[in-house]
């Protein structure tokens, strides 16, 4: 894939971060979501399909992209607390679980913005 190419699919797959999120915070604010909006395994979300695919094979030697991965990992373990708390209506819990979640979410998007970055910079044209 050539260097626009890995930009687009790196801006998509942290789009599709972003929804997983809003899914999850409507959730939190009461909604009824379906469990394939926000998947708890982090293989099962889109942004983890990705890293298992194609952002593995194309940046998988990048130290930057294990930090990427690692902190969408972190981010699900989390996010299966959450789904514990909610279940056992634990609400000091779950805004407490929930405001960590939030902040990791944050943190994962900055991490796929400096992948953004070192795509950008980096002299290789295909990857």
């Known amino acids: 894939m050539t260097k626009h190419e890995a930009l687009r699919v790196v801006r998509q797959a942290k789009s599709s971060h972003i929804r997983w999120r809003a899914y ?5 604010a009461g909604m009824v979501i379906e469990t394939e909006q926000a998947p708890l395994h982090h293989k099962e979300c889109q942004f983890g399909q990705w890293i298992n695919r194609e952002g593995f094979s194309a940046f ?13 990992e972190l981010l699900h373990a989390v996010y299966l607390l959450l789904h514990n708390a909610l ?15 939030v902040a990791i979410s944050y943190s994962l998007v900055e991490a796929i913005e400096l ?3 070192e795509i950008h910079s980096c002299e290789q044209e295909v990857f």
């Open 24 to 28: 999850v915070q409507a959730m939190l």
């Open 60 to 72: 998988g030697h990048w130290p930057l992209f294990h930090d990427v991965e690692y902190a969408h």
């Open 87 to 101: 279940h056992e209506n634990d609400q000091a819990r779950v805004r407490n679980i929930g405001e960590q979640l």
């Open 115 to 117: 992948l953004q970055e």
